[in-house]
Structure formats: C-alpha cells, structure tokens
C-alpha cells in the first residue's frame, strides 16, 4: 500500500505509523461519565469501505495526515496534513508546481 504524502509524494505504509479513527470525539476532560470513557477508549467500528484514519509519517517528514482509506481494498481516497504548518507547506506544494 502506497500513501500519497503531501510533503514526500508517495511512500510505502512501512514509513507510517497508523494513528487511530479519525473519527472518535473526546468526551469531555471533565466528563465523569464512564461509558462515554469506555466508548472513547475501546469501542471501536469494524467498517468496510471508505474509513477516516490517522497516519504519521514518522518514517520521513513526521508530518500528521488525516486519510481516507477503503478498508476492503486499501485505496487512499484523500490526504490532507494536519498541525499549525499545514496551511503552509500546503503553500509551498502548490507554488512549486
Ligand atoms: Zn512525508
């Protein structure tokens, strides 16, 4: 599997490091609700088909992507980098092309 980094192009899953659903919300950090809790740290969907995940690319630029992936096929539908220097190096792609 091959994902499209924004900074490095496209490199094997090997350089990445999955960071979870990008879909979870945190409950509140005062929220003393145990189920919302338990909910936030364990349960998590098994969906077949396009998936919103978390990937780092901690074997190159380290830059936060957030990434649409087909869980039956493994297609990235979209990558977008994430941080305060997205908005930037987003900058910088586009004006060297
Ligand atoms: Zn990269």
């Known amino acids: 599997m091959l994902i499209p980094c924004p900074c490095c192009g496209p490199r094997s899953v090997a350089e990445f490091t999955y960071g979870g659903d990008a879909t979870l919300v945190r409950p509140p950090a005062d929220s003393t609700d145990p189920d919302a809790w338990c909910r936030y740290v ?30 039956a096929n493994h297609t990235i539908m979209r990558v977008e980098l994430l941080g305060p220097w997205a908005e930037a190096i987003e900058r910088k792609r586009v004006a060297a092309e």
């Open 42 to 71: 364990y349960a998590r969907a098994n969906p077949k088909g396009a998936h919103l995940e978390l990937w780092q690319h901690s074997g190159g630029c380290r830059c936060w992507l957030r990434v649409v992936r087909d869980t």
